[in-house]
């Protein structure tokens, strides 16, 4: 899939790949896409909880190489 | 997207304890809601603009995973408490868990507010210019205005 922007949040534990994940969206377009990658097993739930609360639309997810990825179409 | 809000009320000092409104803040201020801490109790210390004292103990925690089996006897030695926190935060830091530090700024930079309790400060006689800042002064009066109208009210 294309996308915008990437963010790596690997390594990177709760709460910050959603914290991070919306600083990375804020100076993003309406409308792009943010490619995000993570190792949080818990990010997965996270993600869509994120997406479904700020409206922002998760366009497929999935996991690569042991990490997820995750595609965030910005509201 | 609708704006929900979420109140609230900090009481511990410990760095176990120190974690769950943070963590709390700084997620939900990321899902856009509005939030807002009252410090008050041991929960003063979380406002310090050095957090470097803020510890763990093993003891009377029975519930702490230890590396080694270690009986009360010896936890109540001194410097077990400053090992003990020590291994957290190192351990913490090998799990790619943000510091305390990080966190609080996550959630003043997301604009959470922070209110801290006027009747336990006087109580402990803390110096409010230990504390950082962007921190109101108030009592359970300002809480309640705020925690009447949030969506999701903690105690912690």
Not at chain 1, 46 to 69: C, N, P, R, V, Y
Not at chain 2, 36 to 57: A, P, V
């Amino acid at each position: 899939m294309n996308f915008d922007k990437e963010f790596d949040a690997s390594g990177l534990a709760c709460p910050m790949p959603i914290v991070k994940t919306k600083k990375a969206l804020a100076d993003m377009a309406s409308g792009q896409v943010l490619r995000v990658v993570a190792t949080d097993p818990g990010s997965v739930c996270d993600m869509a909880a994120f997406a479904e609360q700020t409206g922002h639309a998760l366009l497929e997810q999935g996991s690569e190489a042991g990490k997820f990825i995750f595609y965030l179409k910005k509201a | 997207m609708q704006n929900k809000k979420m109140a609230l009320i900090a009481t511990k000092g410990t760095l176990d304890m120190a974690y769950p409104p943070f963590i709390l803040a700084s997620t939900a201020a990321s899902l856009g809601w509005t939030v807002q801490i009252f410090f008050t109790f041991y929960g003063l210390q979380l406002l310090r603009k050095n957090l470097d004292g803020i510890r763990i103990s093993p003891l009377a925690n029975p519930a702490m995973p230890m590396p080694v089996p270690m009986p009360v006897m010896v936890q109540m030695l001194p410097g077990m408490e400053s090992m003990a926190t020590m291994m957290m935060k190192n351990k913490m830091k090998s799990k790619g868990v943000a510091s305390l530090q990080e966190l609080r700024d996550v959630c003043l930079e997301l604009e959470v507010k922070f209110v801290a309790c006027q009747m336990t400060v006087d109580l402990f006689e803390f110096e409010t210019s230990e504390f950082i800042k962007d921190v109101e002064y108030g009592g359970a009066a300002t809480f309640m205005k705020f925690a009447g109208e949030s969506d999701v009210c903690l105690f912690i």
